[in-house]
């Protein structure tokens, strides 16, 4: 549910579940709400969720990002 806090939107948590280095595409999901989403991102960006994901990997972590799906952006 999105929400507006003083001019900052308020967006829901969605896991990463794939990154596309080759097109810059994350793919992200949000299994209680059985959504999937692509977001393309700049080659800055694509690398950082790439080293950040690989890192998350390797302790069994899951990465999880703010998705404003109004805007269709990332928003933390």
Same mark, same amino acid.
């Given at each position: ?5 003083n001019? !900052? #939107? ?6 990463i ?5 080759? #097109? $810059?595409?994350?793919?992200? +999901? $949000? !299994?209680v ?6 977001? #393309?991102v #700049?080659?800055?960006?694509? +690398?950082? !969720? +790439? $080293?950040?994901?690989?890192? +998350?990997?390797? $302790? ?17």
């Open positions: 549910m999105l929400e507006m806090e001019d !900052y #939107s308020v967006g829901e948590l969605f896991m579940e794939e990154i596309d280095a080759e #097109s $810059n595409k994350l793919i992200l +999901a $949000n !299994y709400f059985n959504k999937r989403k692509e977001v #393309s #700049s080659d800055e960006r694509i +690398a950082f !969720y +790439a $080293n950040q994901f690989d890192q +998350a990997v390797e $302790n069994n972590l899951f990465l999880f990002v703010e998705y404003d799906e109004r805007r269709g952006v990332i928003v933390g």
